[in-house]
Protein backbone atom coordinates (compact mmCIF):
# COMPACT_ATOMS: atom_id res chain seq x y z
CA UNK A 1 0.00 0.00 0.00
CA UNK A 2 2.84 2.46 0.36
CA UNK A 3 3.64 2.25 -2.94
CA UNK A 4 0.09 3.50 -4.08
CA UNK A 5 -0.16 5.72 -1.68
CA UNK A 6 3.33 7.38 -2.80
CA UNK A 7 2.13 7.52 -6.55
CA UNK A 8 -1.13 9.52 -5.04
CA UNK A 9 1.38 11.67 -2.88
CA UNK A 10 2.96 12.50 -6.53
CA UNK A 11 -0.28 13.05 -7.90
CA UNK A 12 -0.91 15.80 -5.32
CA UNK A 13 2.35 17.52 -5.84
CA UNK A 14 1.79 17.90 -9.50
CA UNK A 15 -2.06 18.60 -9.36
CA UNK A 16 -1.54 20.95 -6.10
CA UNK A 17 -5.07 19.09 -5.21
CA UNK A 18 -6.23 16.21 -3.21
CA UNK A 19 -8.11 13.64 -5.13
CA UNK A 20 -11.72 13.01 -4.24
CA UNK A 21 -11.84 16.07 -2.20
CA UNK A 22 -15.05 16.40 -2.60
CA UNK A 23 -16.23 12.54 -1.85
CA UNK A 24 -17.09 11.12 1.37
CA UNK A 25 -14.43 8.61 2.86
CA UNK A 26 -16.83 5.54 1.92
CA UNK A 27 -17.50 6.95 -1.76
CA UNK A 28 -13.43 7.18 -1.91
CA UNK A 29 -13.44 4.03 -0.79
CA UNK A 30 -15.26 2.12 -2.91
CA UNK A 31 -14.50 4.34 -6.14
CA UNK A 32 -10.44 3.36 -5.35
CA UNK A 33 -11.03 -0.57 -4.82
CA UNK A 34 -14.31 -1.75 -6.25
CA UNK A 35 -14.38 0.53 -9.31
CA UNK A 36 -10.70 0.80 -9.58
CA UNK A 37 -11.17 4.45 -10.42
CA UNK A 38 -7.67 6.41 -9.95
CA UNK A 39 -7.59 10.16 -10.22
CA UNK A 40 -7.24 11.71 -13.70
CA UNK A 41 -3.41 12.32 -14.61
CA UNK A 42 -3.14 15.58 -16.89
CA UNK A 43 -2.48 15.47 -20.55
CA UNK A 44 0.05 18.33 -19.48
CA UNK A 45 2.02 16.09 -16.67
CA UNK A 46 5.45 15.13 -17.40
CA UNK A 47 5.59 11.68 -19.39
CA UNK A 48 7.96 10.15 -16.68
CA UNK A 49 6.34 11.07 -14.13
CA UNK A 50 3.29 10.14 -15.36
CA UNK A 51 3.95 6.74 -16.24
CA UNK A 52 5.57 6.21 -12.80
CA UNK A 53 2.19 7.48 -10.84
CA UNK A 54 0.41 4.83 -13.15
CA UNK A 55 2.75 2.04 -12.01
CA UNK A 56 2.52 2.95 -8.23
CA UNK A 57 -1.22 2.20 -9.00
CA UNK A 58 -1.15 -0.72 -10.35
CA UNK A 59 -4.20 -2.75 -9.13
CA UNK A 60 -2.09 -6.01 -8.65
CA UNK A 61 0.45 -4.95 -5.79
CA UNK A 62 3.29 -7.30 -7.70
CA UNK A 63 3.05 -5.16 -10.34
CA UNK A 64 4.20 -1.99 -8.62
CA UNK A 65 7.67 -1.10 -8.33
CA UNK A 66 10.06 -0.86 -5.59
CA UNK A 67 10.41 2.17 -3.68
CA UNK A 68 14.26 1.53 -4.90
CA UNK A 69 12.71 1.28 -8.58
CA UNK A 70 10.74 4.61 -7.59
CA UNK A 71 13.88 6.60 -6.65
CA UNK A 72 15.78 5.42 -9.79
CA UNK A 73 12.84 6.19 -11.96
CA UNK A 74 13.10 9.85 -10.34
CA UNK A 75 16.71 10.00 -11.03
CA UNK A 76 16.53 8.88 -14.40
CA UNK A 77 13.53 10.90 -15.29
CA UNK A 78 13.93 14.29 -17.17
CA UNK A 79 11.66 16.62 -15.83
CA UNK A 80 11.23 20.27 -17.72
Known sequence: ??????????WELENVQVP??????E???KLLTKN???????KSTN???ALLIRR?????????PSML???DSLKLAEFN
Open 47 to 49: RSL
Open 20 to 25: FEIESP
Open 36 to 42: KVRPIIN
Open 69 to 71: KVI
Open 56 to 64: CWQDNSEKR
Open 27 to 29: SVF
Open 1 to 10: MDIYSFGMIL
